[in-house]
DNA sequence: GTTTCCGCTTCACCAAAGTCAAGAAATCGG
DNA sequence: CCGATTTCTTGACTTTGGTGAAGCGGAAAC
């Protein structure tokens, strides 16, 4: 049913990492996968919780409607990174609504059947609970980012998560599109790029949709400041 | 060990309230409590998960210490509210530190005793995780309303969130000393004191510490708005 | 009672970011 | 290859909210 590849990166997911082989590919036998083209709809905030999702390929957002349309993006995970699975098991409705934002496939499994498999083998609580812990502190995250930071460290900081390397230079491909760059970091599309602009200063370029660092170690700093700290003038 | 009057609140608490009663009992017998003097650190913020908490009274703050010594307000709870669940079983360090901003007394539950007897009871692990979901959700809340709506939005929300009538008049103690809301609500002090002026226009008057709201429907009206709506001009 | 301290408010100023609008650049369909 | 749409950038303007300083008032301490 499921494809081998799919299997390597279900199996690596926060979800799963933990399980005994046996038990994961259990699991794993009884889910199922879809495609999803770009734009499409994989719930709707308020749909009732019945699955948690896994990307296995492509890149999907969180977000949440205000009463007036405005969005607000609460995270965009791509390969490995599953959702749904604290609001699955508390047998409620999404709280938010999910959207591919790239052509994608996304691994399905059914509350249901872990929670059956629960009763039996209580490690999956706990790797459920790691799962959810994960999203609570990429939320904390964010929300410290959001009162602490100002737009253009916040993008800094977007920027250095995508790094591998520690310092030095590097380059990396935007691994999105701007418009949603800007709505995950909580900004519109212009201060994005009036942000871009900023950092030219620090070291950063920006054409097209790559990124190129030349100092990592400088950016950081930059990202670590304290936001009262225009002692030393924008550069 | 524990008064019968902390047993009533614990039981009302969500991460009891769906078990069973003697579940509930047989753990809240191996809890202890403690009490806290305001100020005090409860945990901080890289210390390991051991324990969950549930608050008995007073009020517990949650915040993150950014690199520069910043804090970012991520929570702040009351009598039955619990925190720390998720983390203390996915065997990690506290993401945020807490405090007690009034005296406070709180329960303490170690994760190792859940931990063993969830393998017997399953239902153990469904109430942590619907725990789990409500921060996330409260998280999720809270990013929406930092994005999407402007400080005195903000400020409203917050006080129709303590309202218990759905609409006319009504008088609210505030909680909780105004620079710990402005710090909950992603504000400096002067700014939330400069919001409540602007509710003024919406019908609500501040006096010490008791908000007087006129008209609830109009300040829910006024909390909606989208962001940009200044056509009906600041009135 | 008076002093001191703390929490809160107010003011003036400024930087950050949203809004509106226009234009450039890239992408896609034919 | 060209036009049309979408995405991104830039500019001018406005609003919001942060910063620092000063002042007010209440509560606890002397």
């Known amino acids: ?17 933990s399980l005994p082989e046996d038990l994961a590919d259990s699991i794993l036998n009884r889910a ?4 999803y083209r770009r734009g ?6 308020g749909d ?15 977000f949440r409607l ?10 965009v995970f791509t390969k490995g990174r599953s959702f749904g699975e604290a609001v699955a098991f508390a047998g409620g409705a999404y709280p938010v609504s999910a959207e591919a934002v790239t052509d994608a496939r996304l691994l399905h ?3 249901s059947i872990l929670s059956n498999m629960m009763s039996d083998r209580p490690e999956i609580a706990k790797a459920i609970l790691s799962s959810a812990f994960r999203h609570l502190h990429g939320l904390v995250a964010q929300l410290e980012q959001l009162k602490a930071h100002t737009g253009a ?13 520690g310092s030095g230079s590097c380059t990396i491909t935007l691994p999105y599109d701007k418009t949603l760059i800007a709505g995950r970091l909580g900004m519109q599309p212009q201060s994005l790029s009036r942000a871009f602009n ?7 370029k920006i054409s097209h949709n790559q990124a190129m660092i030349a100092d990592i170690e400088r950016l950081r700093e930059y990202m670590l400041q304290d936001r009262s700290a225009p002692w030393r003038k924008a550069e």
């Open 1 to 17: 049913m499921l494809e081998r590849s799919d299997l390597a990166i279900a199996r690596e997911a926060v979800l799963f990492a």
């Open 32 to 35: 199922t996968t879809r495609s």
């Open 40 to 45: 499409e709809t994989v719930f709707l905030q």
């Open 48 to 62: 009732p919780a019945e699955s948690i999702f896994v990307v296995l390929n492509g890149w999907v957002k969180l």
């Open 66 to 75: 205000t009463s007036t349309g405005a969005e607000a993006v609460v995270g």
């Open 109 to 111: 499994v059914r509350a």
């Open 153 to 165: 460290q916040r993008v800094a900081e977007f920027l250095l998560e995508l790094c591998e390397r």
């Open 198 to 204: 900023r950092l030219e200063a620090q070291g950063v």
